[in-house]
């Protein structure tokens, strides 16, 4: 059983625009949730990371907004640039257990 | 400081052969999971050491092993491969088990 949900699976966005991934979970233990993002040829990298008893985070261009009742949290990137062109994954984590990610979101930003 | 180093990056076994991929943490570091990346899967969690003990397993067969040496460096060892296991093979460290450092990955072609 798929723990955390991701979609959509590509995202095409213009420069300026305002890119969305959206993740959902199953376990309510889940106690932190990060996004990495990735490029070709190299590891995820830790872009963000939020706790569920705060509903947004923001680090500059970045911003997660997170809904308890709903199970849900999102990605936005703002002001979205060509090199923001990724692969975004989702994850949820159990203290003392593993953590469990989205199948992954391949953005690309048109110039 | 130095990131999360991977060797080999590359490596093309023949199918009933084994692998050892090794790991070397961010200085610092005791915590070192491994995942395995796929294209129709994403990132599936292998395990994770810590101070030389595994401390969480995936679901993955008994072909999949692991340790961890006194200077929080590991190794990953898949016995008897199958052409399923290709794969990129990523391994993170972490000073908080929660902030994961991620390497660039060994990608494994069996063949």
Redesign the interface.
Known sequence: QQQVKQSPQSLIVQKGGISIINCAYENTAFDYFPWYQQFPGKGPALLIAIRPDVSEKKEGRFTISFNKSAKQFSLHIMDSQPGDSATYFCAAYLTGNQFYFGTGTSLTVIP | KAG?TQTPRYLIKTRGQQVTLSCSPISGHRSV?W?QQTP??????LF?YFSETQR?K?NFPGRFSGRQFSNSRSEMNVSTLELGDSALY?C?SSLN?????????TRLTVT
Not at chain 2, 40 to 45: D, K, S
Not at chain 2, 98 to 104: R, V
């Open positions: 999360v999971s995942y129709g899967q994403g990132l599936q969690f994770e969480n995936g990523l993170a088990t929660y902030e994961q450092y991620f390497g660039p990955g």
